[in-house]
């Protein structure tokens, strides 16, 4: 098979491992076409070609320019909703604003060089803007929706609208659990078009090791980027209640963004500041290192996720719990979206209320004065995660996708 990936914003090693793992195999062939690069310590892979490169992601920038970049994009989404009901490619790249034509024209001549068998549109946003790309070529076309376009995204009429017309065209719409997939329904998504699938972890890079459960402080640790939705102001709330109850802890926060200030301004008003490190993964120079060291050090994860103002939500499991999960880590969360993917409550992890730091603080108290769980927990949802994240596991299951998709398209054409 010969796959078109297609996004807007790319990181090289994020956590798409699709593109690198087609490569990989010789019966295959993976073209990656990306309207922007966003630049970090990863090598680019063959056959990946973009428009611009972005030095920073939109996480780091200042509050101002996420709003104007936001109302940018507002305004674009309008436009890209216009243009994606031509049906003719003359008239597409003649009404187009001049953006929305560069990318498609860009995509369109590397698509005919490439000889492709099957578009995969990566985000739900990128399936609109890909649109008239993707009329254009006639191929069979797929789009995984991942989380800000199946949460935030979908409190915008004009995006409700956007993606109405986008599930008329997709031959399968891919969410990552089945919350979404009921959102997608709710906004006239064809419910025979949706596949729950779970995206690689990248479990193979972190190995399970025993927990030590003997002496020293419990050691809880979160991996998320600083943005509302983690939940860390719930965390420092819910560390200071524990240590303030007597309980030796200590806490490593990795990860960037926006809310790191308020973050370590918060640590340092409770005094904690002797307790908690932060790790900023920007100034890593590569993040799975980093984190399995890390995994290494530590007893128990942390990820009180939540609800942004904006709408915002993890829209399916977190990769780094279910990675610190493949390495024996005992995981308690919240049970935001998705999380059901890989915690069942008392057997591969914890869940406590959402939104309530003396709930969180609660269980780490439970947890921490329980030692002899950890192992327990801690193997049960190895085995769970490994069965159900690995790479050639959900590979499979994704190139099963894949050849239904393109077999379909040739019987329609007999």
């Known amino acids: 098979m010969r796959i078109i990936h297609v996004w807007d914003a790319y990181a090289p090693s994020l956590f798409d ?3 690198p793992y087609l490569l990989s195999k010789p019966e295959h062939a993976s073209l990656l076409l990306a309207a922007h690069l966003i630049e970090n310590e990863s090598t680019l892979l063959p056959h990946t070609y973009y428009l611009d490169r972005r030095p920073v992601d939109e996480d780091i920038l200042p509050p101002l320019w996420v709003r104007a970049r936001r109302r940018l994009r507002r305004e674009f989404a309008e436009l890209v909703r216009r243009v994606a009901r031509s049906s003719a490619a003359t008239s597409i790249w003649s009404t187009a604003p001049l953006a929305l034509s560069l ?6 001549a590397h698509a005919r060089e490439f000889h492709g068998d099957l578009i995969h549109a990566h985000f739900g946003t990128t399936g609109v803007m890909a649109l008239p790309f993707i009329r254009a070529t006639g191929l069979p076309a797929v789009v995984t929706f991942y989380g800000v376009d199946a949460s935030a995204s979908l409190r915008n009429p004009r995006w409700r609208e956007n993606f109405g017309e986008m599930f008329g065209r997709m031959d399968r719409v891919i969410v990552l659990c089945d919350a979404v997939r ?3 329904i709710a906004i006239g998504c064809p419910p025979g078009k949706i596949i729950v699938w ?9 190995p399970y090791r025993p927990r030590v459960t003997t002496g020293g402080p419990t050691r809880f640790l979160i991996a998320a980027r600083f943005v509302e939705k983690k939940g860390h102001k719930y965390l420092i709330d819910a560390l200071d209640r524990v240590v ?3 309980l030796d802890a200590r806490l490593t926060l990795i990860g960037y963004g926006p ?4 973050i370590d301004a ?5 005094g904690l500041a002797e307790r908690v490190t932060i790790i900023d993964t920007q100034l890593a120079s590569s993040f799975s290192t980093t984190y399995r060291e890390a995994l290494d050090m530590h007893d128990v994860f942390v990820l009180p996720s939540t609800t942004s103002i904006n709408g915002d939500d993890e829209g399916g499991p977190a990769l780094t719990m279910i990675c610190a999960q493949a390495a024996g880590l005992p995981a308690i969360a919240t049970p935001f979206v998705g999380a059901e993917r890989s915690i069942i409550d008392g057997v591969t992890g914890w869940l406590c209320r959402q939104d309530d730091a003396a709930s969180l603080a609660e269980r ?8 002899d769980t950890w192992n327990t927990i801690g193997r049960a949802a190895c085995d769970h995660v490994r069965a159900r994240f690995s790479l050639d596991g959900q590979m499979a299951a994704l190139l099963g996708i894949y050849r239904d998709v393109i077999d379909e398209a040739h019987g329609a054409r007999r």
């Open 182 to 184: 009921d959102r997608l």
């Open 364 to 371: 780490m108290q439970w947890v921490a004065a329980h030692r």
């Open 259 to 262: 809310f790191k200030p308020a």
């Open 266 to 270: 918060d640590i340092r008003q409770r």
């Open 198 to 206: 779970n995206l690689p972890a990248g479990i193979e890079q972190y």
């Open 244 to 246: 303030r109850g007597g």
């Open 103 to 108: 990318f498609n024209r860009f995509c369109l």
């Open 17 to 19: 491992q699709i593109h």
